[in-house]
Nanobody, 122 residues
């Protein structure tokens, strides 16, 4: 499985971005996916999880009301819609395939994409 994240960039506070994660190899709809982010000098942190069908999602409390994870299994693509962005959202954003265990744990995921950088200016 290969994952390619894209859609990052520079945005002003209060703005929106939609990240994409294109998957190749494997059966995309068969596995759950997640988004994480890593701010400069900080650990990689969980943001959102979605099951294979897309019918159920889980979010970190810090982004629950602003970010939306979704997927288009026909296009083998995962998305993260980010609204009301804040300077604290500045980070490199990663998508990953879920393997099992806690949705919130880094170790529950593998096949990390290369990341896409998001910078939110104040």
């Amino acid at each position: 499985v290969q994952l390619q994240a894209s859609g990052g960039g520079l945005v002003q506070a209060g703005g929106s971005l939609r990240l994409s994660c294109a998957a190749s190899g494997g059966t995309f709809s068969a596995y759950d996916m997640g988004w994480f982010r890593q701010a400069p000098g900080k650990e990689r942190r969980f943001l959102a999880h979605i099951i294979g069908s897309g019918a159920s999602t889980v979010y970190a409390s810090s982004v629950k009301d602003r970010f939306t994870i979704s997927r288009d299994n026909a296009k083998n693509t995962l998305y993260l819609q980010m609204n009301s962005l804040k300077p604290d959202d500045t980070a490199v954003y990663y998508c990953a395939r879920y393997y099992g265990g806690s949705y919130y744990d880094l170790q529950s995921y593998g096949y990390w994409g290369q990341g896409t950088k998001v910078t939110v200016s104040s």
